[in-house]
């Protein structure tokens, strides 16, 4: 899977040598020898790409560099690299969304299955992502009136219930709600509630 590695270390010598063989194996490289450097330079999210960080750097540490990416939005996804596994520190990297937490020297073989899961699971996030704004498009394009009758039987109001609410007719919420289907492209109400759920608007149900 090709893809960036944007390798942030202050070991010269580690940049040198890892971005060759990196290269070798066809992926693009881009060295940082802080993480200040790799802010000042902060890479777009959108192309196919991860983060190989080490943890003690000196300067903003890596740990503190994922939190700050954390904190600007970025969706890169972390590989950290370190020459003393820490528990406390791998943990709390883990929790806060770290691909995963190698120790040098790290074999080749490990290094690329790390880079290799790390973006395989930027392409899902990527994919989901891509979805909901196709979704929030969608769902953008609805009169405040389909809003209103979407809003409602998406969380199980029959169509008289409906009616009631928004002071109406049964036939003139069948008519927003025969729109609302079309607008959102969906053929059933199943569909429309899942576009609901993935848009945080309603529970996901237990089925």
Same mark, same amino acid.
Request: charged share 25%.
């Given at each position: ?51 190989? *960080? ?5 300067? *903003?540490?890596?740990?503190? *560099? ?59 996030? !990527? ?11 969608? *769902?953008? !394009? ?38 609302? =289907? ?11 509630? !899942? ?5 945080? =608007? ?6």
């Amino acid at each position: 899977m090709p893809g960036l590695v944007h390798l942030v270390d202050d070991d010269a010598q580690f940049r040198v040598a890892t971005e060759r063989w990196l290269k070798r194996a066809g992926y693009e490289v881009v060295t940082y020898a802080s993480a200040q450097a790799f802010l000042d330079r902060l890479p777009d999210d959108d192309k196919p790409g991860c983060i190989l *960080l080490d943890v003690l750097i000196p300067g *903003l540490s890596g740990p503190e *560099l994922q939190k700050r990416l954390i904190e600007l939005g970025s969706v890169l996804p972390i590989v950290f690299l370190t020459g003393n596994a820490d528990t406390r520190t791998t943990v709390q990297a883990i929790k806060a969304g770290a691909e995963d937490f190698l120790t040098k020297p790290v074999p080749a073989s490990q290094l690329i299955d790390a880079i290799e899961r790390a973006l395989a699971r930027q392409e899902v996030a !990527s994919q989901r992502r891509s979805k909901l704004e196709t979704i929030r498009s969608l *769902l953008s !394009s609805l009169t405040p009136r389909e809003r209103q009758v979407f809003d409602r039987i998406v969380r199980g109001r029959i169509n008289k219930q409906v009616a009631h609410e928004i002071g109406t007719t049964e036939r003139t919420v069948k008519a927003h709600r025969q729109q609302v =289907m079309e607008k959102m492209q969906v053929q059933s109400l199943a569909e429309l509630v !899942s576009l609901a759920e993935r848009l945080g =608007m309603v529970p996901f149900s237990d089925d």
